[in-house]
């Protein structure tokens, strides 16, 4: 995002890195506050406050999904290797889609540095994310190039490019599972099907 800041605005980059600075110090106070809460029971005591205010009610259904919340979440954080294992391989992907948009905009004769290829891929990805109600962010992704490609000085037609060739390696890798797929499920709907009188 400084980078995106960086590009949209032309500040000075010590006071973009102070503004990050600071910005970064108080998301990891929001975040070490929210982690303590959770480690105390954080889903219980919110509906026990909720309770308080909404007045006499049978809220016993609640009260135990609310506990079993807060139990799945300590089991979570107990499990550090695996949410580490599991940041780690997200840290990993990030970076192979990072030299992913590299190397098409190399092959598309429109080389970019690899902060401008770090910064496209992240935005990127937040656009994705942010379209998470649309099947596949269709449309979105597309859109989303277009305008992050001008930021970086790509022509409108390169950024519809970049974001196409990524479309192009997903159908790669989910056509196979899909078509795998389809023929599971009729090999079960035929064996499901009852024999005729």
Do not use: C
């Not at 995106?4 to 503004?19: D, K, P, Q, W």
């Not at 910064?119 to 942010?130: F, H, K, P």
């Amino acid at each position: 995002m400084s980078l995106l800041g960086a590009y949209a605005t032309h500040v000075s980059e010590s006071t973009l890195r102070n503004s990050s600075l600071i910005a970064s110090a108080f998301l990891a106070l929001q975040i070490g506050g929210f982690y303590l809460l959770q480690r105390r029971g954080f889903f219980s005591k919110l509906l026990r406050a909720a309770v308080r205010f909404v007045g006499k009610r049978d809220w016993s259904d609640w009260m135990s999904h609310a506990q079993a919340i807060d139990a799945a979440v300590e089991l979570t954080y107990r499990r550090g290797a695996a949410v580490a294992t599991s940041f780690g391989l997200s840290l990993i992907g990030w970076l192979v889609g990072t030299a992913e948009v590299y190397w098409i905009l190399q092959l598309l004769g429109s080389p970019v540095g690899w902060s401008d290829a770090l910064m496209l891929e992240s935005v990127g990805q937040a656009i994705r994310g942010a379209a998470f109600a649309i099947p596949g962010a269709l449309g979105v992704q597309e859109g989303g190039y277009l305008l992050l490609g001008s930021v970086v000085g790509l022509h409108a037609e390169t950024g519809l490019a970049l974001s196409l060739a990524k479309r192009a390696r997903e159908l790669l890798l989910g056509l196979p599972g899909l078509l795998y797929l389809h023929w599971a499920e009729r090999g079960g709907a035929r064996t499901a099907r009852p024999a005729p009188p």
